[in-house]
């Protein structure tokens, strides 16, 4: 059959079915068609045919579709290159804009808008060919430089957006995202103000929880200054944005009615969840300012979209997070109806660990993950038999070798959950011994984490300091004599000597409960 079109199209993908369904496709169409599973294979291709537009997957064997983009710059850079994908990515977008690509298609493809692509590529290209050609004119050249500020454009514009759902990511409470919110509102659209309001079933009237000013230097933290900002723009026109669910923007206010005649430009959008009315955000521009375009309203409902997300995730993990919380510390209230020593026993291990902690300048990170390490420590106790772990007399050697493994069970409860990777750690390590000779992994030295090694001195300085069935309380002279002696052996010894500093400071028995230490030794 004679070809309708001269144009030559090479399709390289490592999936079967997509090379047949596009070679068919536009062979029926008259274009004259090449296929390759690889880049490699491409390469040969081209070095045989000469092709007018090129259609290529990234992730293949042998050569990817980046690598190939580049060799075909290299090798002719007038033939246009279309990278389909179903994973895009900024990082992606910034290698291959600068070797000869000049669309993305979002797997997966529909034909129609494949054949539009080659339209309008080809088109491109043609345009291409003669911009070459006539490079020492002065049309060619506005031409490239216009080419050239319309992909530094998209390459800004991806960043906008990449940093946009990128930058929720790293929160961890909802207050603090709501705060990120409005900051990040200013940021992107350029804004002098910005306010957070809740409209949900419950608030059916708009609440300010949020807001951020220029002039504020940020996030404002008065309510009354809060207040002030979110009275700018009046509660109908929030109602309104919510409940038609479309965004706002009145490029020019000063002739409405109701608004403050401070404000020259506003945008509002509305924040759902599930389909549900969460909020409304506003952004506005006083008059000193200029006036916001579709763009920045482009942005802000952007923004929205993925706060919705962030929000949702946020709640979701609070609420699993504090029901894990409940049940781990159900458990440590089995083992203090089991044995009594042990629950006031991780208390004040923890309140100790915490002490020398703070003295060692750790972060509020560290001290809330020795917090729930030092809770938990010993709740591997539950999978002691009680007659071993409520004995009145000193074990036997087997049966000290069945107490030992409660820093693995313990380690194994809390992994299970899949929250608490470095609390685990450190449950399973607070029995290791500075010289290798502890347990369950005999680590030494500086491969038994930081914080366990904290924890492991705060555990021996309870455990002497409290009576036993076994024993009576050691006097706090003889405590610190033995803990010091353990410098190098049990024990990390920058460690010791913070304890002791704390210790001879009054801070260790600070923060003991009343009872639960003796005075300084002479």
């Not at 059959?1 to 144009?7: A, I, N, P, Q, R």
């Not at 045919?49 to 580049?70: H, K, R, S, Y």
């Not at 992606?92 to 034909?111: A, E, Q, S």
Request: net charge negative.
């Amino acid at each position: 059959m004679d070809s309708l079109h001269k144009e030559r199209i090479l399709f390289v993908d490592d999936e079967e079915s997509i090379l047949d369904v596009a070679s068919e496709y536009f062979m029926v169409k008259g274009y004259q068609v090449f296929t390759a599973r690889n880049g490699a294979e491409a390469i040969d291709i081209l070095k045989k045919q000469q092709v007018d537009c090129c259609f290529t997957d990234i992730n293949m064997p042998v050569m990817d579709g980046l690598e190939l983009a580049e060799n075909i710059n290299n090798l002719d850079n007038t033939i246009p290159v279309v990278i389909m994908t179903g994973f895009p990515s900024l990082e992606n977008t910034i290698r291959t804009l600068k070797n000869g690509v000049v669309d993305f298609l979002i797997k997966p493809i529909n034909l129609n808008q494949l054949e539009l692509c080659l339209h309008r590529v080809l088109g491109k290209q043609q345009l291409f060919v003669e911009n070459i050609l006539l490079k020492k004119e002065i049309e060619s050249k506005t031409r490239i430089e216009a080419l050239n500020l319309e992909l530094i454009q998209k390459v800004e514009d991806l960043q906008t957006l990449n940093r946009i759902m990128n930058d929720f990511s790293a929160i961890t409470n909802t207050m603090d995202l709501f705060n990120r919110l409005v900051q990040m509102v200013l940021e992107i659209t350029h804004a002098s103000e910005s306010v957070f309001y809740m409209i949900n079933e419950t608030v059916t009237r708009p609440f300010a929880i949020a807001a951020a000013s220029t002039e504020m230097a940020g996030v404002v933290s008065s309510p009354i200054d809060m207040i002030n900002l979110a009275g700018r723009i009046p509660n109908s026109v929030i109602m309104e944005v919510a409940g038609e669910q479309t965004p706002l923007l009145v490029p020019e206010v000063t002739s409405i009615h109701g608004f403050s005649r401070d404000i020259k430009s506003l945008m509002i959008a509305p924040l759902r969840i599930r389909q549900k009315n969460f909020g409304v955000l506003s952004s506005v521009n006083l008059q000193d300012a200029r006036q916001f375009t579709e763009k920045e309203l482009y942005y802000l409902s952007f923004i929205t979209y993925h706060a919705a997300y962030a929000i949702e995730n946020l709640a979701l993990y609070e609420n699993i997070y504090q029901n894990l919380f409940s049940t781990i510390y159900a458990f440590v209230k089995a083992i203090g109806a089991k044995d009594s020593y042990t629950e006031h026993h991780s208390n004040r291990v923890t309140a100790v660990a915490k002490v020398i902690a703070r003295e060692l300048g750790c972060s509020a990170e560290e001290l809330d993950i020795l917090n729930t390490a030092g809770l938990l420590h010993d709740i591997g106790k539950i999978g002691i038999r009680d007659e071993i772990l409520l004995k009145p007399a000193r074990l036997t050697d087997e049966e000290y070798a069945i107490i030992k493994t409660h820093s693995t069970i313990g380690a194994t409860i809390v992994g299970q959950l899949g929250l608490w990777e470095r609390e685990q750690q450190i449950i399973r390590s607070h029995h290791e011994r500075y010289d290798g000779n502890g347990y369950p992994d005999g680590l030494k030295g500086m491969q038994i984490p930081f914080l366990a090694r904290i924890l492991s001195v705060a555990d021996v300085y309870d455990a002497l300091a409290s009576d036993r069935t076994y024993r009576a309380k050691m006097v706090e002279s003889q405590i610190l004599e033995i803990i010091q002696n353990g410098k190098g052996s049990f024990f990390d010894p920058d460690i010791v000597d913070i304890f002791v500093k704390a210790y001879r400071e009054g801070k260790i028995q600070e923060a003991l409960p009343c009872g639960h230490c003796s005075h300084n030794p002479s």
